[in-house]
C-alpha cells in the first residue's frame, strides 16, 4: 500500500511539473505571438514608408532632369547671346 502512495505522490508530482513546464511554454508563446504582431506591424510601417521614399525620389529625378533640361536651354540662348555679340 505505501509503495502505491509513493507512486501516486510521485505520479501527482510529475503532472504538477508538467503543468508548470506547459504554463511556462504557453507564456512563451504568448510573447513570440506578440513579438510577431509587432514586428510584422512594424514592417508594413517600413514597407510604406520604402514606397513613399521611391516616390518621392521618382519625383526628385523628374525634376532634376526637368531643371538640367531648363539649364542645357538657358545655356544655348547664352551661347547664342555670346556669339551674337
Given at each position: 500500500?505505501?509503495?502505491?502512495l509513493?507512486?501516486?505522490?510521485?505520479?501527482?508530482?510529475l503532472?504538477?511539473s508538467?503543468?508548470?513546464e506547459a504554463l511556462?511554454f504557453?507564456?512563451?508563446?504568448?510573447?513570440?505571438?506578440?513579438?510577431?504582431?509587432?514586428?510584422?506591424?512594424?514592417?508594413?510601417n517600413?514597407?510604406i514608408?520604402f514606397?513613399?521614399?521611391?516616390?518621392?525620389?521618382?519625383?526628385?529625378?523628374?525634376?532634376?532632369?526637368s531643371t538640367r533640361r531648363e539649364l542645357?536651354?538657358?545655356?544655348?540662348a547664352?551661347n547664342?547671346?555670346?556669339v551674337?555679340?
Amino acid at each position: 500500500m505505501r509503495q502505491l502512495l509513493t507512486e501516486r505522490d510521485h505520479l501527482v508530482a510529475l503532472v504538477n511539473s508538467k503543468h508548470q513546464e506547459a504554463l511556462v511554454f504557453q507564456q512563451e508563446a504568448q510573447k513570440a505571438s506578440e513579438a510577431l504582431e509587432r514586428d510584422a506591424a512594424e514592417n508594413s510601417n517600413l514597407q510604406i514608408r520604402f514606397g513613399n521614399l521611391v516616390h518621392d525620389y521618382d519625383q526628385l529625378e523628374m525634376k532634376l532632369a526637368s531643371t538640367r533640361r531648363e539649364l542645357a536651354g538657358f545655356k544655348e540662348a547664352l551661347n547664342h547671346l555670346e556669339v551674337g555679340c
